[in-house]
Protein backbone atom coordinates (compact mmCIF):
# COMPACT_ATOMS: atom_id res chain seq x y z
CA UNK A 1 0.00 0.00 0.00
CA UNK A 2 0.90 3.30 -1.06
CA UNK A 3 1.59 5.87 1.51
CA UNK A 4 1.08 9.67 1.91
CA UNK A 5 4.54 11.27 2.91
CA UNK A 6 3.12 14.15 4.62
CA UNK A 7 0.43 12.94 6.58
CA UNK A 8 1.46 9.20 7.06
CA UNK A 9 -1.89 7.85 5.44
CA UNK A 10 -2.88 6.11 2.24
CA UNK A 11 -2.50 7.80 -0.83
CA UNK A 12 -6.47 6.66 -1.66
CA UNK A 13 -7.27 7.92 1.76
CA UNK A 14 -6.13 12.00 1.08
CA UNK A 15 -8.36 13.65 -0.98
CA UNK A 16 -7.19 15.67 -4.28
CA UNK A 17 -9.49 18.51 -4.06
CA UNK A 18 -10.46 20.47 -1.56
CA UNK A 19 -13.15 23.24 -0.98
CA UNK A 20 -11.90 27.00 -0.95
CA UNK A 21 -12.92 29.71 1.73
CA UNK A 22 -13.66 32.22 -0.58
CA UNK A 23 -16.81 34.75 -0.80
CA UNK A 24 -19.80 33.70 -3.00
CA UNK A 25 -19.62 35.89 -5.40
CA UNK A 26 -16.48 34.25 -6.97
CA UNK A 27 -16.95 30.97 -5.38
CA UNK A 28 -20.21 31.16 -7.93
CA UNK A 29 -18.22 32.54 -10.72
CA UNK A 30 -15.59 29.95 -10.01
CA UNK A 31 -15.52 26.92 -12.68
CA UNK A 32 -14.82 24.69 -10.27
CA UNK A 33 -17.39 24.89 -7.58
CA UNK A 34 -15.29 26.67 -5.18
CA UNK A 35 -12.90 22.89 -4.94
CA UNK A 36 -9.16 22.77 -6.34
CA UNK A 37 -6.44 20.99 -5.65
CA UNK A 38 -5.21 19.80 -2.64
CA UNK A 39 -1.85 21.27 -3.29
CA UNK A 40 -3.37 24.64 -4.14
CA UNK A 41 -5.45 25.53 -1.04
CA UNK A 42 -3.61 26.51 2.71
CA UNK A 43 -4.30 24.44 5.55
CA UNK A 44 -7.70 27.25 6.80
CA UNK A 45 -8.66 26.76 3.39
CA UNK A 46 -7.66 30.11 1.71
CA UNK A 47 -6.24 29.55 -2.20
CA UNK A 48 -2.32 29.69 -2.35
CA UNK A 49 -0.87 32.78 -3.93
CA UNK A 50 1.66 33.35 -6.26
CA UNK A 51 4.38 35.83 -4.96
CA UNK A 52 5.38 38.48 -7.59
CA UNK A 53 8.69 37.71 -8.99
CA UNK A 54 11.19 40.36 -10.09
CA UNK A 55 11.41 41.56 -13.29
CA UNK A 56 14.69 40.24 -15.26
CA UNK A 57 17.77 42.84 -13.99
CA UNK A 58 15.89 44.02 -11.33
CA UNK A 59 17.09 42.76 -7.46
CA UNK A 60 14.66 41.72 -5.31
CA UNK A 61 12.99 43.75 -2.57
CA UNK A 62 14.41 44.00 0.86
CA UNK A 63 12.32 44.11 3.90
CA UNK A 64 14.06 46.92 5.98
CA UNK A 65 12.84 45.93 9.83
CA UNK A 66 10.91 48.67 11.26
CA UNK A 67 13.47 50.88 13.82
CA UNK A 68 11.87 51.88 17.24
CA UNK A 69 12.57 55.74 17.52
CA UNK A 70 15.26 56.80 19.59
CA UNK A 71 14.47 58.98 22.23
CA UNK A 72 16.03 62.26 22.39
CA UNK A 73 18.75 63.34 24.43
CA UNK A 74 18.76 64.50 27.83
CA UNK A 75 20.04 68.21 27.08
CA UNK A 76 18.12 68.42 23.81
CA UNK A 77 14.82 66.99 25.92
CA UNK A 78 15.30 69.40 28.59
CA UNK A 79 16.18 72.27 26.31
CA UNK A 80 12.70 71.73 24.58
CA UNK A 81 10.68 71.57 27.79
CA UNK A 82 12.31 74.16 29.65
CA UNK A 83 11.71 76.71 26.29
CA UNK A 84 8.02 75.56 25.22
CA UNK A 85 7.16 75.89 28.89
CA UNK A 86 8.40 79.50 29.28
CA UNK A 87 5.96 80.20 25.74
CA UNK A 88 3.30 78.43 27.39
CA UNK A 89 3.53 80.75 30.04
CA UNK A 90 3.40 83.57 28.07
CA UNK A 91 0.67 82.39 25.92
CA UNK A 92 -1.11 81.68 29.00
CA UNK A 93 -0.65 85.18 30.69
CA UNK A 94 -1.67 87.36 27.90
CA UNK A 95 -4.86 85.05 27.43
CA UNK A 96 -5.81 84.78 31.18
CA UNK A 97 -7.58 88.36 30.95
CA UNK A 98 -9.07 88.29 27.88
CA UNK A 99 -10.67 84.98 29.24
CA UNK A 100 -12.55 85.69 32.03
CA UNK A 101 -13.80 89.09 30.05
CA UNK A 102 -15.17 86.73 27.07
CA UNK A 103 -17.09 85.15 30.00
CA UNK A 104 -18.35 88.09 31.85
CA UNK A 105 -15.80 88.34 34.31
CA UNK A 106 -15.38 92.29 34.03
CA UNK A 107 -15.90 95.39 35.32
CA UNK A 108 -16.71 98.55 32.91
CA UNK A 109 -15.76 101.81 32.33
CA UNK A 110 -13.61 104.83 30.79
CA UNK A 111 -10.02 104.60 30.36
CA UNK A 112 -7.92 108.03 29.44
CA UNK A 113 -5.18 107.94 27.37
CA UNK A 114 -2.08 109.42 28.91
CA UNK A 115 0.85 108.30 26.64
CA UNK A 116 1.22 105.85 22.94
CA UNK A 117 4.56 104.56 21.73
CA UNK A 118 4.71 102.96 18.35
CA UNK A 119 1.67 101.65 16.02
CA UNK A 120 -0.09 98.37 14.78
CA UNK A 121 1.26 95.59 16.43
CA UNK A 122 3.99 97.31 18.37
CA UNK A 123 1.40 99.98 19.84
CA UNK A 124 2.05 100.58 23.26
CA UNK A 125 -0.10 102.27 25.63
CA UNK A 126 -0.97 103.55 29.11
CA UNK A 127 -3.80 105.37 30.98
CA UNK A 128 -6.01 105.85 33.39
CA UNK A 129 -9.09 103.69 34.29
CA UNK A 130 -12.44 105.04 35.82
CA UNK A 131 -15.11 102.22 36.60
CA UNK A 132 -18.23 103.38 36.21
CA UNK A 133 -20.06 104.38 39.50
CA UNK A 134 -16.53 105.47 40.39
CA UNK A 135 -16.45 102.05 42.20
CA UNK A 136 -11.92 101.95 41.45
CA UNK A 137 -9.99 104.59 39.72
CA UNK A 138 -6.83 102.19 38.46
CA UNK A 139 -3.44 104.67 37.15
CA UNK A 140 -0.90 103.88 34.58
CA UNK A 141 -2.47 100.81 33.39
CA UNK A 142 -1.95 98.98 30.23
CA UNK A 143 -4.37 99.85 27.50
CA UNK A 144 -4.92 96.99 25.08
CA UNK A 145 -6.86 97.64 21.24
CA UNK A 146 -6.46 101.29 21.25
CA UNK A 147 -7.75 102.77 17.80
CA UNK A 148 -5.48 104.36 15.59
CA UNK A 149 -7.57 107.49 15.48
CA UNK A 150 -7.63 107.61 19.59
CA UNK A 151 -4.07 107.35 20.39
CA UNK A 152 -4.00 111.16 21.73
CA UNK A 153 -3.02 112.39 24.90
CA UNK A 154 -6.35 113.22 26.63
CA UNK A 155 -8.53 110.77 24.32
CA UNK A 156 -11.19 108.89 26.27
CA UNK A 157 -12.82 105.46 25.45
CA UNK A 158 -14.94 102.94 26.28
CA UNK A 159 -12.53 99.87 28.51
CA UNK A 160 -12.92 96.47 30.83
CA UNK A 161 -10.99 95.56 33.33
CA UNK A 162 -11.16 91.86 35.17
CA UNK A 163 -11.34 93.77 38.54
CA UNK A 164 -9.06 96.75 40.68
CA UNK A 165 -6.38 94.78 40.95
CA UNK A 166 -6.01 94.42 36.97
CA UNK A 167 -2.91 95.61 35.05
CA UNK A 168 -4.75 95.95 32.16
CA UNK A 169 -7.97 97.92 30.28
CA UNK A 170 -8.95 96.21 27.49
CA UNK A 171 -10.70 98.45 24.53
CA UNK A 172 -11.47 95.50 22.09
CA UNK A 173 -14.83 95.32 20.70
CA UNK A 174 -16.38 92.86 18.27
CA UNK A 175 -14.57 89.57 17.68
CA UNK A 176 -10.72 90.81 18.51
CA UNK A 177 -11.95 90.51 21.98
CA UNK A 178 -12.29 86.63 21.48
CA UNK A 179 -9.13 86.23 19.52
CA UNK A 180 -7.08 87.27 22.06
CA UNK A 181 -8.00 84.39 24.43
CA UNK A 182 -8.48 82.09 21.79
CA UNK A 183 -5.37 81.92 19.83
CA UNK A 184 -3.41 82.50 23.09
CA UNK A 185 -5.10 78.79 24.28
CA UNK A 186 -4.74 77.76 21.10
CA UNK A 187 -1.09 78.46 21.24
CA UNK A 188 -0.86 76.67 24.86
CA UNK A 189 -2.50 73.42 23.58
CA UNK A 190 0.55 73.55 20.94
CA UNK A 191 3.16 73.86 23.31
CA UNK A 192 1.43 70.84 25.38
CA UNK A 193 1.62 68.98 22.34
CA UNK A 194 5.40 69.88 21.50
CA UNK A 195 6.61 68.96 24.96
CA UNK A 196 5.01 65.62 24.60
CA UNK A 197 6.40 65.15 20.93
CA UNK A 198 9.49 66.49 21.43
CA UNK A 199 11.01 64.76 25.01
CA UNK A 200 10.24 61.37 23.86
CA UNK A 201 7.03 61.21 26.01
CA UNK A 202 5.40 59.93 22.95
CA UNK A 203 8.05 57.49 21.78
CA UNK A 204 8.41 55.12 25.03
CA UNK A 205 7.92 51.35 24.29
CA UNK A 206 5.95 50.50 27.03
CA UNK A 207 2.03 51.90 26.67
CA UNK A 208 1.45 52.11 30.59
CA UNK A 209 4.55 54.49 30.91
CA UNK A 210 3.89 56.18 27.60
CA UNK A 211 0.55 57.53 28.47
CA UNK A 212 2.04 58.47 31.88
CA UNK A 213 4.79 60.42 30.25
CA UNK A 214 2.28 62.10 28.01
CA UNK A 215 -0.30 62.98 30.55
CA UNK A 216 2.49 64.76 32.58
CA UNK A 217 3.48 66.63 29.29
CA UNK A 218 0.04 67.54 28.93
CA UNK A 219 -0.55 68.69 32.82
CA UNK A 220 2.33 71.01 33.19
CA UNK A 221 0.94 74.10 30.38
CA UNK A 222 -2.76 73.05 32.03
CA UNK A 223 -1.43 74.11 35.27
CA UNK A 224 0.24 77.21 34.00
CA UNK A 225 -3.00 78.11 32.39
CA UNK A 226 -5.20 77.23 35.91
CA UNK A 227 -2.11 79.41 37.81
CA UNK A 228 -2.42 82.64 35.60
CA UNK A 229 -6.34 82.62 35.47
CA UNK A 230 -6.35 82.24 39.01
CA UNK A 231 -4.19 85.43 39.54
CA UNK A 232 -6.24 87.29 36.89
CA UNK A 233 -9.45 86.79 38.51
Known amino acids: MEVEPTTGAPVDAV ?19 GWAPIEEVHWDGTPLRDEPRPRPGQPPARRERARPAAPPSPPAGLAV ?12 WVSAGPFWLAVGHSTGGTVMI ?8 TQRCRGIFSADGDRFQAHGVRVSGVPAGRTDTGSS ?3 RMTGPDGSTAYADTGVGRHLRWLL ?7 CAAG ?4 TGATRLADERQRRWAVGLALA ?6 VGFLAAAW
Do not use: H, K, N
Request: charged letters at 15%.
Open 220 to 225: GPVLIT
Open 15 to 33: PSRVPVRQPRWQREAAPSG
Open 81 to 92: LLTLSLLAAFFA
Open 195 to 198: IARW
Open 114 to 121: TECAGGGL
Open 184 to 190: GLALVAG
Open 157 to 159: LRA
